[in-house]
């Protein structure tokens, strides 16, 4: 019997595709933005056996639309499209790339780092206008700040790599983090207020929980230095949008520097994209070629695992328990 594989967007990368092809299994496509009835429409009809999930929200009902779902598996790393619980209780294997994008992700996060305490931005396009403020252009630079990471994780830990050979002094708040995760010298800071308060760079590195949802607002922006800078390569529903945009406005903080919003696209009449000394992106932190085409190798590996009955590669596997 063919084996069938919904992916929620128009394809994965090729050498994603060319190993479900060669494999034999039959790939349905949706469109980026199709609608949930619209997914369980082709679940149902086509009785796929692995869900292949880039941005679209995977619930019950789509979890139930087919009979012969054995598996779901991010094409990323972030899970809050997917309700893992519930597909924990009905046994569906969660998978997802975890790792594969981190370096691309710690790169793009630490160049928003750089541009902003060296003031890229504003120096560049004053030069192309024929200005030459070389006379007034002085920044404080990264020896000696106080580089803070929220989530030490595969990219928080990069990002600490990276941020070490310019002389900063590393703090983290990662209190889910294995111990051995703290190196010498980065100082474990038990508070999140405490961190936000004695920080020059706070670089966000944590997934989207309902705990966690618009956790970065007028308070917590209240705490930071006006001198420091924030980052978010983590996810957009974290950050109080309007709070960020007023704290920036009014000089609470000196900068920020995003790759993430909420929603995504962010829309062109933001507030937020008025707001001085605000770099973004949008959401690009690993599109990188190589990120692209590991990420598509990673989801059509996990997707054969699960198709053949075996248990996916610990590193990559969500939920261990169903195999309990």
Known sequence: MVKRILITADRIGDVGMEILEDRGFEVINSKEQATEEELCEAAERYQVDVIIVRRAKVGPRLMDASSNLKGIVKTGVGLDAIDVNAATERK?????????NAQAVAELAFSLVLSLVRNIGPVDSGTKLGEWPRATYQ????QGAVFSIIGLGNIGRRVAAMARPFGVRLCA???NAPKD???PDIRNINSLEEILTISD??????????????????????LMKPTAFFINTGRGSLVDESALTQALMDGTIGGAGLDVFDPEPIEP????LKAPNLLVTPHVSSRTFGVID?????????????????RPDSAYLVNPEIFK
Do not use: W
Request: net charge positive; glycine share 4%.
């Open 173 to 175: 708040y990662s209190p």
């Open 181 to 183: 995760s703290f190196k």
């Open 92 to 100: 569906l294997i969660i998978c997802n790339g975890a790792g594969v």
């Open 269 to 272: 009449n933001n507030p937020l």
């Open 294 to 310: 590991r990420t598509a190798e990673r989801a059509a590996r996990s997707a054969c695992q699960i198709i053949d009955n075996e």
């Open 139 to 142: 920044v404080r630079g990264l």
């Open 201 to 222: 760079v706070v670089s966000l590195h944590t997934p989207a929980r309902p705990n966690n949802y618009r956790l970065y607002n007028a308070k917590m922006f209240s």
